[in-house]
């Protein structure tokens, strides 16, 4: 039987259709073949165990105590030393002294030279201390602190306890209370007849306080003399432990 035309193309086309699948086959396979190759390859081989030896020497406890002992001790530290740091220095503050009057208008008198005070006159007894008290040693005189200087005017003066303010029969304290003011009390050079009074307070612990001019003489230089040595005999000995007041008033008569 002859086959019809469409048989005939049917049969070439499958024909032509077995070498086209087979190429793609093979080349499918190609393609994984070479890239379990390539997997293989790249992956890192395990590297071989190579057992390490190592020298032991083996020891006994007794060489191991004798070498232990044989070895120097070792040097202990220095031992660490505190650096002392400075104590800080406390300045001692001195107190304030008393406002003295100004000597701006009072000229400086010279002190002479080579004049030893004169002695204290003799102090009344014991049974004369009570009348004399009311009033004070009024006629007791103040030391002198020098004479004249050559070649200038002369420099007498005196002072002396005029009065308290109560009963005070202790002479020994009224002669140390001259000899200090009378040691720091210079008169300036002034007429004869010029005198002021000064009062002022001591405490019981011979501080003296509430110093002021109680009758002036007129010149105000002297009167500054006068308080001035009050001043610079300040602070008197304490008040007598018999004397049952804490405070004594006192009048000074400068002249």
Not at 39 to 56: C, I, K
Not at 93 to 108: G, H, I, L, T, W
Not at 233 to 241: G, H, I, V
Request: proline share 13%.
């Amino acid at each position: 039987m002859a086959a019809t035309v469409s048989e005939i193309l049917s049969e070439r086309r499958r024909a032509g259709e077995a070498p086209g699948l087979l190429v793609a086959m093979v080349s499918v396979g190609v393609h994984a073949a070479f890239i379990v190759a390539l997997t293989l390859v790249s992956r890192p081989r395990p590297r071989p165990f190579v057992p390490v030896s190592l020298p032991v020497r083996v020891v006994s406890p007794g060489l191991l105590a004798r070498m232990a002992a044989s070895r120097p001790a070792a040097p202990a530290p220095p031992a660490r030393t505190e650096e002392r740091k400075p104590r800080p220095v406390i300045e001692k503050v001195k107190p304030d002294e008393p406002a003295r009057p100004s000597e701006k208008a009072m000229p400086e008198p010279v002190k002479p030279k080579g004049r030893k005070p004169e002695p204290a006159p003799p102090v009344a007894q014991k049974g004369e201390a009570g009348n004399a008290a009311a009033t004070g040693p009024a006629g007791l005189e103040l030391p002198s602190a020098g004479g004249g200087a050559e070649g200038g005017a002369a420099l007498s003066f005196g002072a002396s306890v005029a009065s308290f303010d109560a009963d005070f029969p202790f002479s020994y304290y009224v002669e140390q209370l001259q000899a200090l003011i009378g040691a720091n009390w210079l008169k300036p050079n002034v007429p004869e007849g010029t005198a002021c009074v000064v009062t002022f307070t001591i405490l019981r612990t011979g501080q003296v306080t509430d110093v002021r001019v109680e009758a002036t003489s007129g010149l105000g230089f002297f009167d500054r003399a006068a308080t001035r040595s009050i001043y610079s005999a300040n602070p008197l000995p304490p008040l007598p432990p018999e004397y049952p007041v804490d405070r004594l008033g006192v009048h000074v008569k400068f002249q």
